[in-house]
């Protein structure tokens, strides 16, 4: 099948808007709390409201993918989370924010479903590995970008200086007074906007799945959860997801409230760095996964998370803001590592198994609003140590995991077992 490069570009571009739309609520924590009076509860519904999209939508995204095909799908997700966006930024109330952060939510689950496979038709089943690990890379500059493009804007608006450009003039006349954080939803409006009109100009090739990676029915999936297998790599994935936003959602909120750093500009940027030490980690991983079976560098890089996060919550303000920062890194191979050992644990329904696992996103919802419970019938250092439970999880999924297939590493002796 002839490979299209203008696909492949277009999917890249979209790993990016998924990851800038959605890796910002950390950033925004603290001032959404401020805002709207939050008590640590209400501020955990609110990635529970973005993450729960994950559980609903993630496997009857993948029917509507075989009746709709590709094109469609991705303009109704963009349009989702235009609609979402500018309803916010035009009537902003909790109430309408958990509405847009749902509905944004629902878009990006979509469009994960949707682009997945479309990247291994369009450039090409050879080269897949290489362009999901540039995609996850891309997704990962995209989490650094976004906190800052955030901090960037209500420091501008916040603070007008003579002469500014006319984005900030004009978003300036429609964010309500001490609610500049809102501004950052009109960028998603033009980004996501931008987007609709790209892919509706652009011509799709067909993408034909192969009988293992197509969705299977739903007696295919009831029989998949009746295996104890597929349950305990759900939970894999429903843990790293909670561990992941647990520590990026709520830093900023820490470092705020313990020590007394301002959340708009350090905490935007400690969120910021922590993702992009996330894609580094990720670049390092790939290495160690040439030279190291992959369950040894699941409890490695487990092991050292947990000892980072320890630092965070029990060092000083320069100590915390660093290992905050720095747990990314550590978190980075954990995702894919999951995945992997997951589908090459099985020898049938992968499609289907994989629609389960990406349920296993909602572990970003659950967790959160957990850690918002505990924190407000004791602390937030409390309620973050919720996230060792998952990290501790993550770390056994390296001993228990028995898959088929292992990593092909370097023949360097023995490989490691």
Known sequence: MKRNRRIVV???????????????????????????GLSETMAGFLPFTF?????????????????????????????LALLGSVLFASFPSF???????????TGMAI?????????????????????????????????????????WLVTNIDSPEEGQGWLISTISNIVPPEMSWISIYWIFAMASLVMIFVVVSMAFPKVELNEEEKIGTKKTYLDLFKKRIVVLYFLGIF???????????????????YHGFDYETVGASAVGNFWGLMTVGGIIGLILLKIMDSKWVLKLFSVLAIV???????????????????SGFFLSVMYPII?????????????????????????????QLLIGLVSDFTSLKTG???????????????????????NKTINLGKNID
Do not use: C, D
Not at 95 to 105: A, E, K, P, S, Y
Not at 388 to 401: D, K
């Open 10 to 36: 277009l999917i890249l571009i979209t790993f990016f808007v998924i990851s800038f739309l959605t890796n910002i609520l950390g950033a925004l924590n603290p001032s959404v709390s401020l805002s709207f």
């Open 51 to 79: 993450f729960i999209a994950y559980g609903v939508m993630s496997i009857p995204s993948g029917f509507m993918l075989e009746r709709y095909g590709e094109k469609k799908l991705m303009v109704f997700a963009f349009v």
């Open 95 to 105: 109430g309408v924010f958990l509405f847009t952060l749902f509905t944004i939510g």
């Open 111 to 151: 469009l994960q479903v949707v682009i997945n496979p479309l990247l291994r038709v369009s450039g090409g089943e050879e080269h897949y590995a290489f362009t999901s690990v540039l995609a996850q890379l891309i997704f990962g500059a995209a989490s650094f970008v976004s906190p800052q493009v955030y901090s």
């Open 239 to 257: 843990a790293y997801v909670g561990a992941e936003q647990g520590i990026s959602y709520w830093m900023s909120k820490y470092l705020q409230v």
């Open 308 to 326: 980072s996060l320890a630092m965070a919550l029990l060092g000083g303000p320069n100590l915390s803001l660093y290992a905050f920062q720095t």
């Open 339 to 367: 995945l992997s050992l997951a589908l090459n644990s099985v020898t049938q329904n992968h499609g289907s198994f994989a629609g389960i696992l990406m349920t296993g996103i909602m572990g970003g919802a659950v967790v």
């Open 384 to 406: 973050m140590l919720i996230v060792f439970i998952a990290l501790a999880y993550v770390l056994s999924i390296g001993f228990w995991a028995k898959p088929i297939i292992k």
